[in-house]
């Protein structure tokens, strides 16, 4: 955290990527109980803070290298009060870069009132991708984060975005966030995105405006719960307020 009184910056002016290893400015690796706090991390490649644990994470982009090796789980992280802005994730076109991420075994995570803009990339991301001892993403919650001008540059994913291909996670809260200008209306991006599976989820009390592609979407979960959100699609007659998508048949 910043020392009372004054700002910590990291400047990630400079930053050399190295792919395809995970590149983050922070990363939690199996750490349990860590509070970050009160940061600003500014101009930097990949993303911002990254918290992982539980079995390897692939990502078929880097050839079946691991991007997270095995670690242990990474349970009651906090991750709050950051400002992190100006960051580009697309320098090698992985789609696991965010300003705040949490993959696999990462249960009770907290991400809230973080001032999230000017990315390349999603802003939040929670991912489960495989099943593992205690894998999940269970009680996690994201709420009161501020997420503007993210997605730029970017084709299919959300300023907020929630993934469990398990099917598995319960409790999962994404509440009174406010996101604005969600990448370009035709590349397929969203405000709040529940893909492939994510499932008991409560989207409440977010404001959703300006440019984007859905405000709300989810694909193939269930008991996904969204109610009370607020959005504006401006003046474009032709927008949707959300997309559901169900199974394919077979």
């Excluded at 991400?111 to 939040?124: C, E, Q, R, S, V």
């Excluded at 009680?139 to 929630?162: H, K, T």
């Amino acid at each position: 955290s910043s020392y009372p009184g004054e700002q910590a910056i990291i400047d990630g002016a400079g930053q050399v990527f190295s792919s395809p290893a995970n590149t983050s400015i922070i990363l939690i690796q199996g750490g349990n109980n860590i509070t970050v706090n009160g940061l600003e991390i500014r101009s930097f490649h990949g993303s911002g803070i990254n918290i992982h644990g539980g079995t390897a994470y692939f990502d078929l982009l880097v050839n079946g290298s691991h991007t997270f090796e095995a670690t242990g789980t990474a349970y009651s992280n906090v991750i709050s009060n950051n400002i992190i802005h100006n960051g580009d994730g697309n320098v090698a076109g992985y789609w696991w870069y965010a300003a705040i991420g949490a993959f696999g075994d990462v249960q009770n995570t907290v991400i809230t009132n973080n001032a999230i803009y000017n990315l390349t990339t999603p802003g939040i991301q929670l991912t489960l991708q495989q099943m593992g001892p205690n894998n999940g993403l269970n009680n996690s919650i994201i709420q009161n984060n501020f997420v503007q001008n993210v997605l730029n540059n970017y084709n299919d994913g959300g300023a907020i975005y929630a993934i469990d291909r398990t099917h598995s996670s319960v409790g999962v809260v994404i509440k009174n966030n406010y996101v604005r200008d969600y990448g370009a209306g035709n590349d397929a991006t969203k405000g709040i995105y529940l893909d492939d599976d994510m499932s008991n989820t409560t989207v409440m009390g977010n404001l959703i405006a300006g440019k984007g592609n859905y405000p709300i979407q989810y694909h193939i979960g269930a008991n996904n719960h969204v109610t009370g959100n607020i959005i504006d699609l401006g003046a474009d007659p032709s927008r949707n307020i959300a997309l559901i998508q169900v199974a394919k048949a077979g």
